[in-house]
């Protein structure tokens, strides 16, 4: 997890991933987070998972929560 998390391709996309929500998200922040969990997961985020993805990108960015995502079991591993 340590590895993946701090791969520098991983980082890298992270940062693509970021772009990529702004232009196709919009300004807002909620449209942001809908629009990343919607191309992560292939759904919207449960009320608890927005709340929480609003304040990471209110503090941290929006960086922070694509990084976050990509480092996700959900993300990483297909059931």
Same mark, same amino acid.
């Given at each position: 997890?340590?590895?993946?998390?701090?791969?520098?391709?991983?980082?890298? &996309?992270?940062?693509? /991933?970021?772009?990529? *929500?702004? &232009?196709?998200?919009?300004?807002?922040?909620?449209? &942001?987070?809908?629009?990343? /969990?919607?191309?992560?997961?292939?759904?919207?985020?449960?009320?608890?998972?927005?709340?929480?993805? *609003? &304040?990471?990108?209110?503090?941290?960015?929006?960086?922070?929560?694509?990084?976050? *995502? *990509?480092?996700?079991?959900? /993300?990483?591993?297909?059931?």
């Amino acid at each position: 997890a340590l590895t993946l998390s701090n791969n520098p391709f991983m980082l890298k &996309q992270a940062g693509y /991933f970021a772009e990529r *929500l702004k &232009q196709d998200g919009g300004a807002k922040p909620a449209d &942001q987070i809908d629009r990343a /969990f919607r191309l992560a997961f292939g759904r919207s985020p449960t009320p608890p998972e927005a709340q929480a993805a *609003l &304040q990471t990108v209110r503090t941290k960015g929006l960086f922070a929560l694509c990084h976050a *995502l *990509l480092n996700t079991n959900e /993300f990483a591993y297909v059931d």
